[in-house]
């Protein structure tokens, strides 16, 4: 399990579901089973986990056992999955978004710049567009967008005709096709550059932003009045929609009014501030480094 994926906050984590031995829960990115198995551990049957993963690997690190029920399909598709297994409601939710260390020292996987595969990025290798797709087919303006907004890239626009004018004379087809163009605008610490623009194109290929909202809609549908929402994230976009939905029921974080003017708060935060891994969680996995977690009960 450790090989495939350190999980991150996990202690924290799961001290923040409140376990019930005998409730329901969901781990809706199952990944190397780090998070589940902790989960598990303390269930007493009828009590019982599902587990969501889209990655076809994660199905390698299931385990046998009554208390668990893995469920091979993104999270966005919470709600239907739980109605077809006949659990309309559950305690607790956790969500660890971050992207497994397998994925990306899988170098084929095309996650990472450390290695030359082909450029494909999707989560779910068995459908929609990859990473080299969206360079060869979005226009200008579009690349920009992603660039910016999803990497934080500063010289966005740069980058954008950079690649129209590469494309319009090789397509792209390999990490070294995007990378040696790279190399001549990395601005400052080349490796953060390299990482902002990987991220920006994985977020966008497997359309996460999109699939969180979807999720964490269904997700305050399926908790039990008083279950707990626990999610961890590791981009500032992700974290804010999630700080926003605890705090007004939507990711925008407009406050909505009913007919009377009583202000919708589905949840109660319970987390003021994110809580961080600690120093020597970080020194043993620096990937852990930029994690949030945010907990909050559904009222």
């Known amino acids: ?5 350190q999980p991150v906050l996990l202690l924290e984590s799961i001290e923040a579901l409140d376990i019930d031995p005998r409730g329901l829960y969901v781990d809706v990115t199952f990944g190397g089973g780090g998070h589940s198995r902790e989960i598990v551990s303390r ?3 009828p009590g019982k986990l599902f587990a969501f993963d889209q990655d076809e690997e994660a199905v390698g690190n299931v385990w ?27 305690n607790g939710i956790l969500a660890d978004l971050g992207v ?17 595969a082909m450029l494909d990025m999707r989560m779910n290798a068995r459908e929609g567009r990859t990473a080299a797709d969206l360079l060869n087919d ?13 990497g934080e890239v500063r010289n966005a626009k740069t980058l954008a005709q950079a690649v129209v004018a590469r494309r319009n004379r090789l397509p792209f087809l ?19 550059y390299f990482s902002q623009v990987f991220q920006a194109l994985r977020m966008e290929v497997n359309q996460e932003l999109d699939a969180l909202e979807d999720f964490l809609v269904q997700a305050q549908r399926v908790l039990k009045p008083g279950g707990r929402l626990v999610v961890i994230t590791y981009h500032s976009l992700e974290d804010r929609m999630v700080k926003n939905f605890f705090k007004t029921g939507n990711v925008r974080g407009e406050l909505e009014q009913d007919f009377y003017g009583n202000i919708n708060r589905p949840f109660q935060v319970l987390t003021k501030k994110p809580v961080l891994p600690s120093a020597e969680e970080i020194a043993v996995n620096p990937r852990a480094r930029s994690a949030k977690l945010r907990v909050a009960e559904k009222v």
């Not at 399990?1 to 994926?5: R, V």
């Not at 091979?72 to 409601?89: C, E, I, T, V």
């Open 1 to 5: 399990m450790t090989a495939y994926h």
């Open 43 to 45: 269930l007493e049957v």
């Open 64 to 90: 046998e056992d009554p208390r668990l029920d893995f469920i091979p399909s993104n999270f966005r598709y919470l709600q239907r999955f739980l109605r077809l297994r006949g659990a309309d409601q559950v």
């Open 100 to 116: 497994s260390s397998h994925q990306f020292d899988a170098g084929e996987r095309g996650f990472s710049y450390r290695f030359d």
């Open 138 to 150: 979005l226009d200008e303006g579009e690349l920009q967008r992603i660039f910016g907004t999803y």
């Open 174 to 192: 390999r990490i070294s096709d995007l990378t040696t163009l790279l190399e001549g605008l990395a601005k400052g610490n080349r490796m953060r």
